[in-house]
């Protein structure tokens, strides 16, 4: 019994049988995609951050686009902000500014007015006077 123990004797399987790999992993994606490409191949040994495949999501790329083109308005919103508006734009929105001033003036005027004449007739109503 002891020869058992010293004596190394080969052991041999025969027969149908199966492998299984002795670690399963799952690998998932944060967003809708599917599988365009498989980078290796079935059994392949991989080492750790192997690129394994190549997925295509098209909801991503519609949302990258988008992103590219608001980027590219904020660039030029950043730009415009940054050089400041020419003076003949700065002169044409002060008219506009003086003309709408001109208005808002009058119109309080004609409120004033409106305001006194409604006060006087009511008065006069008030009073019996009836012209």
């Given at each position: 019994?002891?020869?058992?123990?010293?004596?190394p004797i080969k052991?041999?399987?025969?027969?149908?049988?199966?492998?299984?790999?002795?670690?399963?992993?799952?690998?998932?994606?944060?967003?809708?995609?599917?599988?365009?490409?498989?980078?290796?191949e079935?059994?392949?040994?991989?080492?750790?951050?192997?690129?394994?495949?190549?997925l295509?999501?098209?909801?991503l790329?519609?949302?990258?686009?988008?992103?590219e083109?608001?980027?590219?308005?904020?660039?030029?919103?950043?730009?415009k902000?940054?050089?400041?508006?020419?003076p003949?734009?700065?002169?044409?929105?002060?008219?506009?500014?003086?003309?709408?001033?001109d208005?808002?003036?009058?119109?309080?005027?004609e409120?004033?007015?409106s305001?006194?004449?409604?006060?006087f007739?009511?008065?006069?109503?008030?009073?019996?006077w009836?012209?």
């Amino acid at each position: 019994m002891i020869l058992a123990y010293v004596v190394p004797i080969k052991h041999y399987a025969t027969g149908d049988f199966e492998v299984r790999p002795a670690h399963h992993a799952e690998i998932s994606s944060p967003f809708h995609s599917f599988i365009a490409r498989v980078m290796v191949e079935d059994g392949q040994f991989i080492e750790k951050g192997s690129v394994l495949l190549e997925l295509h999501a098209p909801e991503l790329a519609t949302q990258i686009s988008g992103k590219e083109f608001e980027l590219e308005q904020s660039r030029a919103t950043l730009n415009k902000l940054e050089t400041g508006a020419r003076p003949e734009v700065i002169n044409a929105l002060a008219e506009k500014v003086k003309l709408l001033t001109d208005w808002c003036n009058l119109g309080d005027k004609e409120v004033e007015t409106s305001q006194a004449a409604l006060n006087f007739r009511l008065f006069r109503r008030n009073c019996g006077w009836f012209s």
